[in-house]
Nanobody, 121 residues
């Protein structure tokens, strides 16, 4: 079994910062890439940022220059540093991991349960 657990969400004022974490645990052989998405009520899921096992990163246009994704491979954890938060950033943030399990050596994508980010004054 593999679990992904996001944390770090909360209420922040416009212009503020939050740091989200997503920790993967369980029967993991290797992780290829990890990605943050977000979904606000009534809106489609949006890609926020992704990072490969080599450390290559990619960002959605709406967060470029404000958000930074990083990864601690030793801890199977990915972080999302969010600065300059805007009301439009409010959403449930989810992470996923494209990984190989140590039980079957199969490649799967696992999702976390999400963490709520609220941006309001």
């Amino acid at each position: 079994q593999v679990q992904l657990v996001e944390s770090g969400g909360g209420l922040v004022r416009p212009g503020g910062s939050l740091r989200l974490s997503c920790a993967a645990s369980g029967s993991i052989f290797s992780i290829n890439h990890m990605t943050w998405y977000r979904q606000a009520p009534g809106k489609q899921r949006e890609l926020v940022a992704g990072i490969t096992s080599d450390g290559d990163t990619a960002y959605g246009d709406s967060v470029k220059g404000r958000f930074t994704i990083s990864r601690d491979s030793g801890k199977n954890t990915v972080y999302l540093q969010m600065n300059g938060l805007k009301p439009d950033d409010a959403a449930v943030y989810y992470c996923d991991a494209d990984l190989v399990t140590s039980t079957s050596m199969g490649r799967y994508i696992y999702w976390g349960q999400g963490t709520q980010v609220t941006v309001s004054s």
